[in-house]
């Protein structure tokens, strides 16, 4: 079946350490985007990419770090700059950068702090 | 910085109830919105992309309406059923990659 994939479900950070959080999509979409949730908030872009080897801020990017090496995958590096990671991260794609175009949603990775 | 709203925050129902929410939006350079529904332990599955005034659309017994005249969308359940218990995600873009998401309106259906 065609989808994202996140891992992994579940993610625990000790102070000081930089955890990678998978996204692999099989959709053959261009755009790639990894948000934030937090309790009682909409969900916030942290970045987002239009295409390979391309990716852009968005309004929390502060403390986390991307690559778009392949199509398929777009791996999120929360690094120990992030002083409050603990959320629920959600990857998603979309056919292209159009705002007409919904986006897919991979299941989640939930992160906490040791 | 565009700030779009959902009301109520959640929402109990009983079976077979009609039910209706809202997603309110600055109505100022708006280009398209999206409603997606957010059943837990799931990924948010889009239900509708709407663009233009007076759009109406329809999936079975969920409808949404848009004016972006004022500047909201409203979101009807017909005949609400226990598997319609989900959270409701407003997304409004305002052109390329600048998506606004809600807060979600979270609805229980009690059989």
Redo the contacts between chains.
Sequence with gaps: DGG?TQSPKYLFRKEGQNVTLSCEQNLNHD?MYW?RQDP??????IY?S?IVNDF?KGDIAEGYSVSREKKESFPLTVTSAQKNPTAFY?CASSID?G??????????TRLSIL | ILN?EQSP?SLHVQEGDSTNFTCSFPSSNF??L?W?RWET??????LF?M?LNGDEKKKGRISATLNTKEGYSYLYIKGSQPEDSATY?C?V?????K??????TRLFVKA
Excluded: C, M
Aim: no cysteine; charged share 10%.
């Design positions: 994202i755009a948000y009682g908030q909409g969900l916030r872009l987002y239009q852009q959600l950068w705002s007409y175009q919904p986006q897919h949603f991979g299941d989640g | 779009v925050q280009y398209a999206h997606y332990a799931k990924s948010p599955e889009a992309v663009t995600l997304a873009n305002t052109g390329g990659f998506t606004i998401f809600g807060a979600g």
